[in-house]
């Protein structure tokens, strides 16, 4: 989007008295710094909300602003354009007047050069509005909608074209350059972009190809293939994966850089056999990917504060917990971007590196070449950090490391593999970690899993049947907490083609969270120390559980219950 610049926005918000003159310059060093705009920093610290800034700079440039996102884009109208001519210049025509003319939004409605060419090409008369990430994404998931249908003509043709070509009587690396079997590996990861979807699984059955996209933590069919493509498949993804291709019988990983749509997307590839043959995945990671911030992430006010006040501290340890896929990366992540300043070290080690950040020296797990956790822990010692981030401690080394590191004046944030926040302490101490250190160098402990978030299209009330009524007293009673407090409202999606009729889109953390205090050091230590006491001192100092706090989110409408109590129960 374009941005206002900065000596106007400066003078703007210290007149609205939003920042003060040397926190503003301060964010403009780190601006340069880290290659950012400065309005992205000033939202990620909460010094002002993006609506805000969207509002400011519509006012600045004497443009209205779109707001598609809450708004139904006609397909008719938005493919007056091109979807490629839409993605290059980033321009969404969304509605269409009696007279001719056309509303456009644009992420730089500034740009006469993209006004002209629509002028030229349509003979009409231009309306630009300002559109935001989100406004320009709506319209793109506009395009998807008609893709659904494309992908798989585009499927069916080629499976056509494969039989006529005599492909499948190929060897497998012939098979694999043929263009009918490119083109459908390259549809199956262009349409799991457009949908959204972070894993694609191609699963061999008896008689037939499933393929599968993980969509918002969830499964769904895709599409079904005849079994006589699976080979000439798995041998075109092994080939991009710089996989052997004549190996069936053991498992094999590699990575591959996909463009799609003028953007890099890394994709990682497990291999594995299976009794009907060869199960491939594929994760997907836009290589432009960037870290959150907490609000994005689902932080209320309160967890906000908690982590802010423990992660400003100089040495100590932050532990983030959950189950594989919960989002603990990504919160990992948050918590660095917030702490990414000049004057500070960050050094990571990560299994893979996720989110490409600058200024931080990342390093990636490498265990054919030697780089463990523990060993890329040791080494990142003797570079003089500051704040140190492991993707996840999983032994007693790494975890001695750790300990070790902030003991000598370090922050170090990693993850760990725990149901609740509480169970970390045990977790530790099975790590042969000492009580007296565990209560010597933990600062906080947070766990967290990832519900759906209601869709904005099509959120509704919703009764509170007997059922979740009785499911809700029974999880609060088994947290401690007051079973008679019940919502009196909840909500649910009840589905729309915006979010392809499922009623969810997107994801968001629930979160429970602890300071490491006095009184905490002191049951740790505590001979007699039992997880049950801990839970018991948590809730008597008020900690909100994770059930809570998803229950807070279900009561707002941005979750539904029955995700809390899926992910809770998981």
Not at 57 to 85: C, K, M, S, T
Not at 176 to 191: D, G, H, R
Not at 309 to 327: E, H, M, Q, R
Not at 513 to 542: C, H, Q, S, W, Y
């Amino acid at each position: 989007m374009v941005k206002i610049p900065d000596q106007q926005l400066k003078e703007i918000l210290v007149k609205e008295k939003l920042i003060a003159e040397e926190d503003f310059d301060s964010i403009l060093v780190i601006a340069k710094r880290m290659g950012q705009q400065v309005a992205d920093i000033l939202v990620s610290r909460n010094y002002i909300k993006f609506d805000y800034y969207k509002q400011l700079v519509g006012r600045y440039f004497g443009v209205p602003l779109a707001n598609l996102v809450h708004q139904v884009i006609d397909e008719v109208v938005i493919r007056l354009l091109p979807e490629d001519i839409a993605r290059q210049k980033r321009i969404i025509i969304f509605k269409k007047d009696p007279d001719g003319a056309l509303h456009v939004a644009m992420n730089d409605p500034t740009d006469l050069a993209a006004i002209e060419f629509l002028n030229s090409r349509f003979k009409a008369k231009i309306v630009p509005y300002l559109g935001s990430a989100d406004d320009i994404d709506k319209g793109f998931e506009v395009y998807g909608r008609r893709s659904a249908e494309d992908f798989k003509t585009t499927i069916e043709e080629n499976i056509q074209a494969s039989i006529r070509a005599q492909i499948f009587g190929k060897a497998e690396k012939e098979a694999a350059a043929e263009v009918p079997i490119v083109a459908i590996v390259n549809s199956l990861i262009s349409y799991a972009l457009a949908s959204r979807a972070s894993d694609i699984h191609i699963e061999i059955l008896e008689d037939t190809i499933l393929v599968r996209y993980r969509i918002d933590g969830v499964l769904h069919e895709i599409l079904r293939l005849p079994k006589e493509v699976h080979a000439p498949i798995i041998a075109r993804i092994k080939l991009l994966a710089a996989l052997r291709l004549d190996e069936h019988a053991k498992p094999q990983d590699g990575r591959f850089r996909y463009q799609a749509s003028g953007e890099p997307l890394d994709i990682r590839v497990a291999v594995i056999p299976t009794f009907y043959g060869e199960k491939v995945e594929m994760r997907l990671l836009l290589a432009t990917n960037r870290a959150l911030a907490f609000e994005e992430i689902g932080m209320l006010e309160d967890t906000i504060k908690l982590v802010k006040g423990n992660i400003a501290k100089t040495y100590g340890i932050v532990l983030v917990t959950g189950p594989t896929g919960s989002g603990k990366s990504t919160t990992l992540y948050a918590m660095v971007n917030v702490l990414n300043k000049p004057e500070v070290n960050i050094c990571t080690v990560e299994d893979p590196v996720e989110y490409d950040m600058k200024y931080i020296n990342q390093t990636q797990v490498n265990t054919a070449a030697g780089i463990t956790f523990a060993s890329g822990l040791r080494a990142l010692l003797r570079q003089d950090p500051n704040i140190i981030m492991v993707g996840e401690i999983r032994d007693s080394e790494t975890a001695d490391i750790a300990v070790q590191a902030a003991l000598t004046g370090h922050l170090v944030i990693s993850s760990l593999h725990t149901n609740d926040a509480p169970s970390a302490i045990p977790r530790l101490f099975d790590m042969k970690v000492e009580p007296f250190l565990a209560a010597a160098v933990l600062n906080l402990i947070m766990a967290q899993r990832l519900v759906r978030k209601i869709c904005p299209e099509c959120v509704t009330p919703q009764e509170v049947s007997p059922e979740i009524a009785a499911a809700i007293k029974n999880q609060l009673k088994l947290v401690g907490a007051d079973a008679d407090k019940l919502p009196k409202k909840l909500f649910k999606g009840k589905g729309c083609q915006s979010c392809n009729y499922i009623g969810f889109k997107g994801r968001m953390a629930i979160f429970e969270a602890f300071e490491v205090d006095e009184e905490m050091r002191g049951i740790i230590v505590d001979p007699r120390f039992t997880l049950d006491n801990l839970k018991k001192a948590l809730r008597k100092n008020g900690m909100i559980s994770m059930f809570e706090d998803g229950l807070r989110k279900a009561e707002k409408g941005t979750t539904t219950i029955e995700e809390v109590l899926r992910v809770i129960r998981e």
